[in-house]
């Protein structure tokens, strides 16, 4: 490994970006440690890597972590010392769940986190001041829960989970413009009318779901919705 992947670390040590996807690894590469003081972005995607290091914190200068498609099943505590992170993306890994503890990456705009196995809304994600952009698509999902009226995020993107109950806590979030929950189980009474008149959102994604498209469009507070998604489009054009 080490001879395979020189090249690359010596151009990270150079430039603070090192890119290691796609190279056969089955372990997060140890050589990486003489780096520690100046990686700034790390692509892993596309190996066979099952844990990150206990010692992961380390890497206090990371802003971006890419790790799709590996076999990630938990991220050890350490990960969340990661300060300095602006984004995450670790999608089509084995998670099946994010702690709490995520509300301590306090600089995190995007998260990518598709095609796992979280199987709860994390909301320790509601205490990020900077989060815009959260994809949490393609898991397993039954709920939105209560709390999640905190959300700071501006797209949350949640297609095809399990997702039966819907949170009308969901309208509170403060600058929340598009939720898409395409493909899941809700019945149109899951999703409460305060959503479509009271929230800030301009683009609900709600096809695929237990109910006609006709029905949702009669549905209570769909106008004061489509005065919302009409007025986002004029400004777009």
């Not at 990518?112 to 999902?141: E, M, R, V, W, Y």
């Amino acid at each position: 490994m080490g001879n395979s992947i020189k090249p690359n670390l010596e151009h990270a040590e150079k430039t603070g970006v090192c890119q290691l996807a796609n190279k056969g690894l089955n372990e997060f590469p140890p050589e990486l440690q003489k780096l520690v003081k100046n990686l700034r972005t790390l692509d892993l995607s596309s190996n066979k890597i099952s844990t990150l290091p206990a010692n992961v914190g380390q890497f206090e200068h990371l802003k971006n972590i890419t790790m799709n498609e590996n076999r990630l099943a938990s991220l050890p505590e350490d990960f969340f010392r990661l300060k300095r992170l602006e984004a995450i993306s670790l999608t089509h890994n084995r998670l099946t769940a994010i702690p709490n503890s995520v509300s301590k990456l306090g600089t995190l705009k995007t998260l990518s986190l598709a095609a796992n196995k979280i199987t709860s809304f994390p909301l320790g994600l509601c205490d990020l001041k900077h989060l815009d952009s959260i994809d949490l698509s393609q898991n397993s999902l039954t709920s939105v829960p209560d709390g999640v009226g905190r959300l700071q995020a501006v797209e949350l993107n949640l297609n095809q989970n399990q997702i039966s109950s819907l949170s009308e806590s969901i309208a509170q979030c403060p600058r929340l413009k598009v939720l898409r929950v395409q493909e899941n189980c809700l019945q149109l009474a899951s999703i409460s009318p305060k959503i479509l008149t009271d929230s800030k959102l301009s683009l609900l994604a709600v096809d695929g779901n237990l109910f006609e498209m006709k029905q949702f469009h009669d549905y209570e507070g769909y106008e004061k919705y489509m005065e919302r998604y009409t007025a986002a489009r004029k400004k777009m054009y």
